[in-house]
C-alpha cells in the first residue's frame, strides 16, 4: 500500500504543507528538504498522480496574522507606505496558500493572552510590524511558540528574523548627495517621536557628517513632529522666533520635508534657490509638492513580500536560526536640491 502525503510528513517530521510544497514543487521549501521528500516518496510508492489533483486544489495551509503594534503614534495606517506593505503581504498569502488576518496590538493591551489566542486559532505565524517597538516590548512575543517574522525594526541582542530598511545606509547616502550638490554642511529635520528608525538615519546623517571632514556640534538640528501638519507648525514656530536656518536639510521622512518646506516658504524662503531638502520614502506627495521632493525610495511592496516567504520556510522547515534582511534604498533625484 502507497505512503500518503500526510504519512510522509510525520515520517519525515515535516508539516503537510511543506511536504505538498516539495511534491508539487512550490517555493517555500529548501533544496535539500526537497529532494528528502521525493526520494522518500519514491521509497514508499507514493502514487505521484495526486499531484496533479492537488494542482487544482485550493487548499490553504494555515493562517498568517499581520499585526501592527501601535504605541507612540507614529504609525498611520491610511499612508501608501502601510497599503503597499500589506498589499505585499497580501498578495504573498494568496500565492503561499495561507490566509491573513490583520490584527492591532496596543502596549497596554494584554499581549501574552491575546498570542494565547492565537495559538489555540491554530495561527500559523505572525508577520509584526515593530516600527514603534522598544526591545522590551519584544518579550511576550519571543516567550510565544508562534514562529515571527518582524518589520521595520531592528535590535542587536534580539534572537528574532528581521526584515527592514537600512536606513543607516539611506541617511548616509542622502547627505553625502547634500554635501555634494549644494557645498555646504547640511542641517537636519529630525523626528521629535523617538523610534529605532529614525535613530538609525540620525547614525547615518552624522556619519556621513564626519566622513566629510565636518564636526557634527555645527549641524543646526530641529526636532519636528514626523507629520506634515505637526512639521510645519514646529517649523513655523522656529521661524517666528529667529532660529538659525541651515542652506540644506536632510529629513527624517518626506512628510517632516514637505511640512518644514511650506513653512520655509511661507517665510519668504526660496526651494531650493535658499534652502534644499531632501527626504525619505518616497511618498507619491513627493511628485506633488512644490518642488518635487527629492528623496530615497524603498520598494515597501518587497519588503511584505519576502517577510511572508521567510515566515513560510520557517514555518514548513522548522528553522531555528535567526536572521536580518536590509532592503537598500535608492536616491530618486527631483527638484528641491539644487
Known sequence: MSITAKQLATLLNLSPAAVSMALNNKPGVSTLTRHKVIETAK?????????????????????????????????????PFFSQLSEGISDACKSEHYNLNINYMCD?????????????????????LATEMSQSDFKPFLSSN??????????DNL?????????????????????????????????????ANF??????????????????????????????????????ALLKNNETIASCYFADNDLIACGAMKAF?????KIPQDISIIGFDNLPICNYSDPMLTTLKVSVNNMGQTAILRLVHIINCKVFDFFKIELAPELIVRNSVI
Open 199 to 236: 535613530e538609525e538615519r540620525a547614525n547615518g546623517f552624522f556619519h556621513a557628517i564626519r566622513s566629510n571632514g565636518m564636526s557634527t556640534s555645527r549641524c543646526m538640528i530641529h526636532p519636528l513632529t514626523p507629520s506634515i501638519e505637526g512639521a510645519y507648525a514646529d517649523m513655523c
Open 108 to 128: 497596554h493591551d494584554d499581549i501574552t493572552n491575546m498570542l494565547n489566542k492565537y495559538n489555540n486559532y491554530n495561527c500559523s505565524g505572525i508577520i509584526l
Open 43 to 79: 521509497k514508499y510508492e507514493y502514487d505521484f498522480s495526486r499531484i496533479e489533483e492537488n494542482h487544482h486544489s485550493n487548499s490553504v495551509y494555515g493562517t498568517i496574522q499581520f499585526i501592527i503594534y501601535k504605541k507612540s503614534g507614529a504609525i498611520i495606517t491610511d499612508t
Open 146 to 155: 508562534i514562529p515571527i517574522v518582524v518589520l521595520d525594526c531592528y535590535y
Open 265 to 269: 516658504k511661507e517665510y519668504g524662503y
Open 159 to 195: 534572537d528574532c528574523n528581521f526584515i527592514m530598511i537600512n536606513n543607516h545606509k539611506g541617511a548616509f547616502q542622502a547627505t553625502n548627495y547634500l554635501i555634494r550638490q549644494c557645498k555646504s554642511q547640511p542641517g537636519y529635520l529630525h523626528s521629535s517621536y523617538s523610534i
